[in-house]
């Protein structure tokens, strides 16, 4: 029998498995349901940016209008700062669930501001989103192993094996075309949703291939890996027991175990210990003499040395001095940190090769910019954004700039 032949003659015979189809039908509705919560949430995250930045403006407005002096112009007005969702972030929403997209900012101490966390969801921390890329990375793992763990045992028992192998000519090709339209099948239903979902939020086809490629991969791995078990002479019991033994390696003891180490070799401050240290500072300078505060401010900030406060009374020149000089006494432990955690997620990319679920979850989370690497460069631009206040706002407060409410229209803005 030619080649085409035998596929339809499997394909028809596919078909009419009923295991097989009701399988088919699970993994389109995961998949669909995947990517429409990725999509919900994306437009839930868009939809509160966009009411966030009408809102900003018009708090900034109506604060600005009330003030007559640069220190109070800059201690009530908030600004926001926001890092949208890439255009393929519904298939994998990454650190965007466990870091802040978003920040309203004054010109106060940084570090006690963007470390801060908007309350999150517990049952969604203990248990993970499940969007696409949890799906495809963990979950058809397991579909897989379902469908394809009995190839041969189940002819075996029957006793069809004898028979289909001297008919097939070819005992290799016969599980290969078995193994191959059974992945194909999950692979189509995954997918099309994914591809459908990728074409009405306008993401790149550059992205897309690539997340197609990774997938087929992937599935092609655990097609493998399945092929290898079930060519053993066990019952189907034996071999999926196996299967799901290798699944649960693979999928959770290693990056578990990753986890662990990772965290031991590479040991970072908190975000709630630079939190602290940068409150103490701005704290216990209300205490001390002016000097203590303006020397280590000057020495970041020569142009205003020429700056005097009698130490008498309230400044605002002084204020904000402190609250910068804050930042500088957590300065250390927020570049631990930062380096940390680059470390961690450099570390925990190695490991990654040894675990296939890890690896296809941050290669997606790569795609859609919503990895570690993206994060920190979100903090690295709302960190220039408020560097960018203070150069606005130090002429007025050390100069002695006549406040000028016209002045304000020329404020930074923050760019995503």
Request: charged residues 20%.
């Amino acid at each position: 029998m030619s080649t085409f032949g035998a596929l339809k003659r499997e394909t028809r015979f596919m078909l009419r498995d009923r295991a097989f189809v009701v399988w088919m039908f699970a993994v389109l509705c995961f998949s669909s349901f995947a990517v429409w919560s990725g999509l919900a949430e994306v437009r839930q995250q868009y939809e509160s940016i966009a009411f966030l930045m009408d809102a900003d403006q018009q708090d900034r407005s109506v604060e600005f209008s009330k003030q007559s002096d640069w220190g109070s112009a800059a201690y009530y007005s908030f600004h926001l700062t926001y890092d949208p969702p890439s255009d393929f972030a519904f298939a994998a929403m990454g650190q965007r669930d466990a870091s802040s997209w978003k920040h309203r900012l004054r010109m106060l101490a940084l570090e006690g501001q963007i470390y801060e966390h908007d309350p999150g969801n517990p049952e969604l921390a203990l248990i993970g989103r499940f969007d696409f890329a949890f799906f495809a990375a963990f979950v058809l793992p397991l579909i897989l192993i379902f469908l394809l763990h009995d190839l041969q045992a189940s002819e075996r028992s029957a006793g069809r094996f004898d028979l289909l192998v001297a008919s097939a000519g070819s005992s290799g090709s016969l599980w290969w075309r078995r193994a191959c339209l059974r992945s194909g099948g999950v692979l189509l239903a995954t997918l099309v949703p994914l591809l459908i979902a990728g074409i009405f939020s306008g993401t790149t086809g550059s992205t897309l291939i690539s997340a197609v490629v990774l997938v087929v991969a992937y599935i092609l791995f655990w097609t493998l890996v399945c092929l290898w078990f079930a060519s053993w002479r066990r019952s189907a019991p034996v071999i999926l027991a196996s299967l799901i033994g290798v699944w649960v390696l693979l999928s959770t003891v290693l990056p578990a175990g990753s986890r662990v180490i990772i965290e031991r070799m590479v040991p970072i401050p908190t975000g709630a210990e630079i939190l602290m240290t940068q409150r103490e500072a701005v704290n216990d300078a209300w205490d001390l003499p002016v000097e203590n505060t303006m020397g280590p401010f000057v020495e970041r900030h020569p142009e205003w040395a020429g700056y005097t406060h009698s130490g008498e009374g309230f400044d605002w020149g002084w204020y904000y001095a402190f609250q910068q000089v804050g930042d500088q006494t957590a300065e250390h432990l927020s570049e631990a940190y930062t380096a940390g955690r680059v470390e961690r997620d450099r570390l925990a990319g190695l490991f990654a090769l040894a675990a296939p679920p890890a690896l296809l979850e941050r290669r997606l989370q790569n795609l859609a910019g919503t990895d570690m690497r993206s994060v920190l460069a979100y903090e690295g631009r709302v960190r220039a954004f408020h560097s960018e206040l203070r150069d606005f706002y130090y002429p007025g407060l050390f100069r002695g700039d006549p406040f000028d409410p016209g002045r304000l229209s020329d404020l930074p803005q923050f760019s995503p």
